[in-house]
């Protein structure tokens, strides 16, 4: 009978120390560089951001991107901040459809909703100004030529062959007081935003 109760408090004692142990090492586990900087970033650390965007592993966007070189649009985007990888980039929801920021470029998801194709192009303009750069699948620019025609963005486009298709988008819908407000012969430069 002593025996079966000095069995049972050991089994008790060794149950309790793996609870503790387990608990201690998810407490203080040993995390990677990388992890600790997508940690740091996530909680709003920019140069932990930085720091992961410099590492030899992080690589530029490919596929469906936008990118620019200009002025900034002040404005908002409705986007919800999903998480940042250990490449540093930033993955926003908006919808069912993701973009992920690399700081250089803006790359959408695919099958992404128009919302999520407004969104996108409002970004960008925030980023990187109202000229932008499109690089991907020909369905994507035309898509996007569409969105920006229908919703009367304030945008051009540094393809000439895409600007020409937006143009003709815009001239085919309801033109908004942005797009009355300049005429066809104005020669204001592509990059200025209109008011």
């Not at 609870?19 to 407490?27: D, G, S, T, V, Y």
């Not at 699948?137 to 304030?154: H, I, M, Q, T, W």
Request: zero cysteines; hydrophobic letters at 35%.
């Amino acid at each position: 009978v002593a025996r079966k109760g000095h069995r049972k408090a050991i089994h008790e004692i060794v149950e309790q120390y793996n609870a503790e142990r387990e608990l201690i090492q998810k407490q203080y586990r040993r995390e990677t560089w990388a992890d600790w900087l997508r940690r740091k970033a996530t909680e709003g650390d920019g140069a932990a951001l930085a720091a992961l965007r410099a590492r030899e592993a992080a690589q530029g966007l490919k596929g469906n991107t936008l990118t620019g070189r200009g002025r900034r649009i002040n404005g908002t985007v409705d986007a919800t901040l999903d998480g940042i990888t250990k490449k540093g980039t930033i993955i926003y929801q908006i919808g069912n459809s993701a973009i992920r920021d690399d700081g250089a470029k803006l790359a959408v998801s695919r099958g992404v909703t128009p919302a999520g194709l407004e969104a996108a192009l409002r970004m960008a303009m925030q980023r990187y100004g109202s000229r932008l750069v499109v690089n991907g699948s020909d369905e994507f620019k035309e898509r996007l030529a569409k969105v920006a025609a229908n919703k009367g963005l304030p945008v051009t486009f540094a393809d000439s062959a895409l600007e020409r298709r937006r143009r003709s988008l815009a001239g085919t819908t309801a033109r908004s007081p942005r797009t009355l407000a300049r005429s066809p012969l104005d020669e204001r430069t592509p990059n200025e935003v209109l008011g």
